[in-house]
């Protein structure tokens, strides 16, 4: 006779909650887990604002530095070098001129020179103005560089071609010049100083450029309170979270140099 299998009896599984002090604990790590990441986040996102603005101020120096550079090498070139640089460039026609800022103001710089192509109104595109433009040959390019509040309520730098000023570089804050210039005849400067000090313009071979340039965002940790000089003219604190550069650039006219 076969024993008779009888049920096992199941185990009651007994349903057991979290207790207030475990929910408090998990809440509180939660918290912190939260408050970590966010910190994690925030400063990531801080990095990228201030690589991103930095990068940008980088932009603004190189390209108004080459601009500058390209205009001012270019200042007295004549479409015939035969000609009389004095009946070229005279009159109000000078290959150089400039304002000088009271104070701290910014200084202003004018460049003329000619142009290339066949002289009928095709430019052959090697002589181009502050704004792009192509100069024909004969045909006389005039850019005045300043300073002056741009579309972002910043300081920019613009130019003229002779009508109305464009803006061509944002967050550049002020400029400075002095000028090299040529008190003995060997095509060198002989010293270097503010426009009201230059005895004669047309001995001026080289123009030194101090740039002061700034992050179009508050892109610092702390206060900017330094101060910063161009070209002897010290501008500053500012006392803002913007990060600023001077830069300082010699440009030689290279038509009236070897």
């Known amino acids: 006779m076969k024993p008779t299998l009888r049920p096992r009896k199941l185990a009651r599984t007994v349903s057991r909650g979290f207790t207030l002090v475990e929910l408090m604990v998990a809440v509180t790590i939660s918290l912190l887990l939260t408050l970590v990441i966010a910190q994690l ?84 595109g090697t002589i181009l103005d502050c704004l792009g433009n192509r100069i024909d040959a004969g045909a006389m390019a005039v850019n005045t560089f300043s300073i002056a509040v741009g579309a972002n309520g910043s300081n920019a730098l613009f130019c003229s071609t002779g009508g109305a000023a464009v803006e061509i570089v944002p967050d550049v804050v002020n400029m400075q010049l002095v000028f090299g210039e040529d008190t003995n005849a060997d095509l060198t400067a002989d010293r270097y100083v503010a426009l009201p000090n230059v005895s004669n313009l047309n001995n001026v071979v080289s123009v030194r ?24 003219v010290v501008l500053g604190p500012y006392n803002d979270l913007r990060i600023r550069r001077a830069v300082t650039t010699t440009i030689n006219l290279r038509n009236r140099t070897p």
């Open 41 to 124: 986040f925030l400063g990531s996102r801080r990095t990228y604002a201030t690589t991103d603005d930095i990068s940008r101020m980088q932009e603004n120096t190189r390209y108004a530095q080459w601009l500058l550079i390209r205009n001012i090498h270019l200042a007295s070139y004549k479409s015939q070098p035969n000609s009389v640089t004095g009946n070229v460039f005279s009159g109000v026609n000078v290959a150089l001129a400039a304002t000088d800022g009271a104070g701290t103001a910014s200084d202003t710089l004018t460049l003329r020179y000619q142009g290339s192509g066949n002289g009928t109104g095709a430019p052959d």
């Open 209 to 232: 450029v101090a740039l002061l340039f700034q992050t179009p965002g508050l892109a610092a940790a702390t206060q900017d309170i330094k101060t910063y000089a161009l070209n002897d």
